[in-house]
Each structure stands twice: as structure tokens, then as C-alpha cells.
């Protein structure tokens, strides 16, 4: 059989591992080990000529293990999974999604530098752009998704840093509100500011459509960043990130991320390697349930706004109508929804939930729902909130597996003990 033909779903169970040097066990065991033994002090001497960028690896050479800080076996099978969705060449697995953001950050900018991104963005994400980078003298440029390509290029050269954008980050859709970013309208702002002499490299959180929904290195992203917490783990139970791309940025990545010690161990890998298996099948069931309840949510009396990718390929503007139909392969199942009134309802309608739980994070395979203004972007300026949408009335919703019909029930009879609140 031609593996090359296969799916990724059909790979996720085999892909990488030989059950042969593991006792014939048909599934990768945990190598809970610190570091490995060399056959001969040569072989470790290659070994760590090729790791640490001595000498490049030559064809056909196998790299060998080291220790766990540098390469591990649970990890480097899963990033040999991962590489499939996303059609990279390589990738390097983190203890968390910030780290994966943050370690890509510090390796291609420096002090001075000017890094252009998108609005919204997740709040983790929002506090280091607007703290620990102003502390390197690292200063930023942010977007909203309704600027065009003018817009944005005019507002880097008026910053008075255009010669020194390093990187472009953006995260698309937007956490929480589902705004939609082009791709590759951001790939022609590198190439309007790249020169030959420096490389402008442009990362996407792709943490919202997961690796099956959306592939960022099609449409001109150097790096594929992810929080595999969410969708790739997929149960809740545990934290990790990932980064993708191409052989040479990945080798700056990998490098930083050796010295910063910042790589997940072989329990997390174990774990994601489980979850990949049953990724296909969760995202599709939690797509279809997302579009049942955007259906339900857009008829009903208590909400105002609906902000659903299904919503914006139906009524949106003709450019979020291009966006979806060139960038997107599914609508998703994150849903945010505006509800009548303010903060006081929006709490009252959480407080009322009973199968979905009020909690922060996505993806998983219950369905969740939290408040992001006082919650998930607590943190972000009031004023950008106010700009970006992010209001007391706003209600993010991440669906899970359970049968759809039970998911809108919940939302139906907290609605309506909303109602009743309001009227008491």
C-alpha cells in the first residue's frame, strides 16, 4: 500500500512508529526516560553534531536520541502526525500554546523591531505583545479585520519602524468574535516590506479551526501556530502548543526551544498522540452541532447578534464571503452571540447553564461557554473592547459532542431563566 495516498485520519494511528523497537506493541509506549544511551562515543559525537547545527544531517542518516530535552520519541512521532494535517515539514511541540507563540516571537524579533498583528487576538497573546515586548522595546501595529491592505501598509510606514517589521502575527478567525482575516492579503504586506536583506515572517493562530478546518502554509503563512489544548487534545485534561513550518524556521524554533526548555514531556505526546486519532471524527460531530445551535441561537428572541462563520458565509460582506470560501473548509464550532441586555443577563443566562459548563478554553469534547470580556480578555484595554466588540453583552460558546438537540435545550431554558431574572 502507497502511504503516500492515504488520508491523514487514516495515518494518525501508525504514522511514524515501528512497533518492531518497541516489543511489538502496537501502540508508541511512554519513553518516561531523561536520556538514552549511545552504542559508542562516535555515534554521540554525530549525534550531537547534527542536533546542535555543527554539521548538517547527511542523506539518509537517521537522527538519534539524545536526551529528552532535545528529542524524545513520543514527540518526535507526534510531530510527524501533526506535519500531515497541515502539509509542513516540520513541527515542534511546547508545553503550552503560549509558549509556542512566545518562543516564535523571540526568535525572529529583536529589540527595535516592529510587529504587525491582528484585532482581536486570544488574551494571552493581547498581554505579551502589550507588556513583555514594550519591556524589549519591541513595539506593535494592530488591524481590525475591516482594514484593507492600504489601510494597514499606511499605518506601518507612520509608525516610523517600517524598515524594522519583523513579523506579521494574526489569528483567524478572531478569539472570540469569529472576525475573519485574509491570509493572504497579510502575505502581500511581507513581500510590500521584505527586502533581500530581511526576512518578515508571518505567523497564524490557527488554534480556532484546529488542523483539519483551515491550512495557513497554503495560503502564504511561514508558521502554523496552535494551543493543542484545545481541538488537537481534545479532552480537556491536558495543556500543550505546537508550531509548523518549514525545515529552516523550524530549526530556529527547535533550537530556541532547547535552550528555553520549554518542550512538552512524554506523558502531553502520548496523550496528543491518543486525541489524534479521534480528531477527524470529534471536529466533524462538533461542526455539525455548531451549526444546529447558530440555527437555533439566530431565531431566537433573547439575541441580538449571532457571529458564526455559517452567519457571515450566508450575510457577511463579499470579502468575509471570499475569505471563507478560500480559506476555510468548515464553519466551525466556535459561536459567540450577543444577548439582550448586559452584563447582568449574560451572567444570569451562565449561571443558568446545566450540561454546558461555564468555563474558559475550547475544543474539548464537552460543550463550554464563558464570558470573554470579563474572562478570557480581561486583560485587553477597555477601550480596544469596546472597538473589537468584545461588550458585557457578549456570550462565547465552544460545542462539544453531546447530541445537539440536549445542547440547545440547556441554552433554551437558561435562556428563559434569563428572561425571568430580567423581569424579577
Known amino acids: 500500500m502507497d502511504y503516500k495516498k492515504l488520508q491523514p485520519e487514516s495515518l494518525m494511528m501508525s504514522y511514524g512508529y515501528k512497533p518492531s523497537l518497541s516489543e511489538g506493541a502496537i501502540k508508541c509506549p511512554i519513553f518516561q526516560t531523561s536520556t538514552f544511551v549511545f552504542n559508542n562515543a562516535m555515534e554521540g559525537k554525530r549525534f550531537f553534531e547534527v542536533a546542535y547545527g555543527i554539521r548538517e544531517q547527511e542523506k539518509d542518516e537517521e537522527l538519534g536520541l539524545i536526551?529528552?530535552?532535545?528529542n524524545n520519541p513520543d514527540l518526535e512521532i507526534l510531530e510527524?502526525?501533526?506535519c500531515l494535517w497541515d502539509k509542513a515539514e516540520d513541527c515542534a511541540v511546547f508545553e503550552s500554546g503560549m509558549s509556542a507563540i512566545t518562543t516564535a516571537m523571540l526568535e525572529f524579533m529583536e529589540p527595535g523591531d516592529l510587529l504587525l498583528y491582528s484585532r482581536p487576538v486570544y488574551g494571552g497573546t493581547d498581554h505579551f505583545i502589550h507588556n513583555f515586548l514594550k519591556k524589549l522595546n519591541i513595539e506593535s501595529v494592530g488591524f481590525l479585520a475591516n482594514e484593507s491592505k492600504e489601510e494597514i501598509?499606511?499605518?506601518i510606514e507612520e509608525s516610523g519602524r517600517a524598515d524594522r517589521l519583523a513579523m506579521i502575527h494574526i489569528e483567524t478567525p478572531a478569539n472570540p468574535t469569529n472576525a475573519l482575516i485574509d491570509i493572504e492579503m497579510c502575505a502581500e504586506i511581507k513581500a510590500h516590506f521584505e527586502t533581500g536583506e530581511k526576512q518578515i515572517v508571518l505567523s497564524v493562530d490557527n488554534t480556532y479551526m484546529g488542523p483539519l478546518w483551515q491550512h495557513p502554509l497554503k495560503h502564504g503563512a511561514d508558521l502554523v501556530l496552535y494551543s493543542a489544548t484545545k481541538y488537537i487534545g481534545g479532552h480537556s485534561d491536558v495543556i500543550a502548543g505546537a508550531c509548523l513550518g518549514s525545515k529552516e524556521l523550524m530549526g530556529r524554533i527547535k533550537?530556541?526551544?532547547?535552550f528555553l526548555g520549554n518542550m512538552t514531556g512524554p506523558w502531553t505526546g502520548w496523550l496528543l498522540m491518543r486525541s489524534l486519532e479521534t480528531l477527524k471524527v470529534r471536529m466533524d460531530q462538533q461542526a455539525k452541532n455548531a451549526e444546529e445551535v447558530a440555527e437555533f441561537l439566530n431565531n431566537h428572541p433573547k439575541v441580538e447578534a449571532v457571529y458564526y462563520l455559517g452567519n457571515t458565509a450566508k450575510n457577511?460582506?463579499?470579502a468575509d464571503k471570499a475569505i471563507i470560501k478560500r480559506q476555510f473548509?468548515?464553519?466551525?464550532?466556535m459561536i459567540a452571540f450577543d444577548i439582550v441586555g448586559g452584563e447582568k443577563e449574560a451572567f444570569a443566562f451562565l449561571d443558568s447553564l446545566q450540561l454546558i459548563k461555564l468555563a474558559v478554553s475550547l475544543g474539548g469534547t464537552e460543550s463550554l461557554a464563558e464570558h470573554p470580556q470579563t474572562m478570557t480578555h480581561a486583560d485587553v484595554d477597555a477601550e480596544d473592547k469596546v472597538v473589537m466588540n468584545i461588550t458585557e453583552k457578549l456570550v462565547r460558546l465552544s460545542i462539544g459532542v453531546e447530541n445537539y438537540k440536549d445542547i440547545i435545550a440547556d441554552i433554551e431554558q437558561a435562556l428563559k431563566l434569563t428572561i425571568n431574572h430580567r423581569l424579577s
Open 329 to 333: 473548509k468548515s464553519y466551525g464550532a
Open 67 to 70: 536526551y529528552s530535552r532535545l
Open 255 to 258: 533550537g530556541l526551544r532547547t
Open 316 to 318: 457577511g460582506t463579499d
Open 153 to 155: 501598509i499606511k499605518r
Open 80 to 82: 510527524n502526525r501533526l
